[in-house]
């Protein structure tokens, strides 16, 4: 049984042409970036390269671009370091009530810390307004933290409103664009952004790189310390092949984004409408709200989220009920709960997140094995009927 996946928002296959393009720093080209001799610079250069295609993903200036961890890291010292670079300005924070885990404990870090969040709740497609976030602005407001895609439903916010308006109050914002790389243009200009996070993984990279966009002139507190890399942005020997791969995915990912998310969203679209047509009783996420091309997440009433993904797996079927890092735990989605999802519907909920290789033949199979699961698993229900 040849396995399908989709579950493209939890991770993606590192892509040929970026492995190939990383192989020879795990060779032969495995200089120290810090070192004067041959062996590091020839290192450097090739970081240099990779922060030039990076910037030119989120049309930035190479200078802007800071290598981390990935995309917990990038969060983390966007909202943390971002919210701590500004103590003339306040201790409140905002965030939205969608925000991916690393936002969201970073941002109860720092309440622990002293600073005031104010969460602001979506409307019930999960978009996150303009006016609410104007309306929760202050005089001591130092941050503001809304993503740019949702990870759980793919609903993409109006970055570009957000920032206009934080632009205009003097308040920092930093955008979670790890769920828009690949799948969605990003401008670090057009949506005034002061710091934006991308990770590796969710486009074809590799697991455990990844970059902030830091506007010029603008300096977050470091999180670690140690010694000058990153111009002191961030400590640590750079990881120079898994940065060699994000730069090549993101050059791939700029060049090819026309094509690719019109043929995902075709694909996406069929799965979504068939299912609604063959299965009673779902629920869309997200519906009448943009999303991105990749992303359907629904909920299958009377059918526990979780079995519903055991058993699509038995089937061959990869797909989550959301966030990937809770997997395995029965809590409904925070991303639906703040949007007014009722909690049973809520538990009820599986994200297919499709990738560029995803085929028609693959959808087709999904459609054929879908319906008798959900129906069987809605029988043994204990609610079933009701
Ligand atoms: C929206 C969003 N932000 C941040 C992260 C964390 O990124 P990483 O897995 O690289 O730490 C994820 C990963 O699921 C995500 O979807």
Not at 92 to 115: K, M, T
Not at 221 to 230: D, K, N, R
Not at 254 to 260: A, G, I, K, S, T
Not at 277 to 283: A, Q
Request: proline letters at 6%; a neutral charge; charged letters at 20%.
């Amino acid at each position: 049984m040849s396995r399908i996946y989709l579950d493209h928002n939890a991770s993606t296959p590192v892509r040929p042409e970026v492995l190939e393009a990383m192989l020879p720093y795990f060779g032969g080209h495995f200089g120290n970036a810090s070192s004067v001799h041959a062996f590091g610079q020839e290192a450097r250069g090739a970081i240099e390269d990779a922060r030039a295609q990076v910037a030119a993903l989120l049309n930035a200036t190479p200078g802007e671009i800071v290598f981390t961890s990935g995309g917990t890291e990038s969060d983390n010292i966007g909202v943390i370091g971002g919210a701590r670079a500004l103590p003339l300005k306040g201790r409140h924070v905002i965030v939205s009530a969608v925000e991916h885990d690393a936002v969201r404990h970073a941002a109860d870090a720092l309440e622990r810390d002293g600073f005031t969040v104010t969460r602001v709740a979506p409307d019930a497609r999960g978009v996150v307004a303009p006016e609410s976030i104007a309306a929760a602005i202050r005089p001591d407001t130092a941050l503001v933290s809304v993503m740019a895609a949702n990870n759980e439903t793919g609903v993409v916010q109006p970055v570009a409103e957000i920032g206009a308006i934080c632009a205009e109050r003097g308040v920092a914002y930093h955008v979670d664009a790890v769920q828009a790389a690949g799948k969605t243009p990003i401008d670090v200009q057009a949506w005034h952004v002061t710091m934006a996070t991308i990770a590796g993984h969710k486009f074809y990279a590799p697991k455990g790189v990844g970059a902030l966009y830091v506007k010029r002139g603008f300096k977050p507190v470091p999180l670690q310390f140690g010694g000058e890399h990153e111009k002191g942005r961030r400590p640590g020997t750079e990881n120079v092949p898994a940065i060699v791969g994000l730069g090549k995915a993101s050059e791939l990912a700029l060049q090819e984004l026309n094509d690719v998310a019109p043929q995902v969203a075709r694909l996406r679209d069929r799965l979504e409408t068939l299912i609604m047509e063959r299965v009673p009783n779902v629920i869309r996420h997200g519906d009448g709200a943009p999303r991105v091309p990749n992303t359907s997440h629904l909920s299958f009433v009377g059918a526990e989220g979780e079995h519903l993904i055991l058993s699509l797996d038995m089937k061959g079927v990869a797909v989550s009920s959301g966030a990937a890092c809770k997997a395995g735990s029965s809590h409904p989605s925070h991303v639906l709960l703040a949007m007014g999802v009722p909690r049973e519907v809520a538990q009820s909920a599986v994200r297919f997140s499709l990738g560029r290789c995803t085929t028609e033949q693959e959808i087709d199979r999904v459609l054929e094995v879908l319906p008798t699961v959900v129906s069987k698993l809605r029988a043994s229900s204990p609610t079933a009927a009701s």
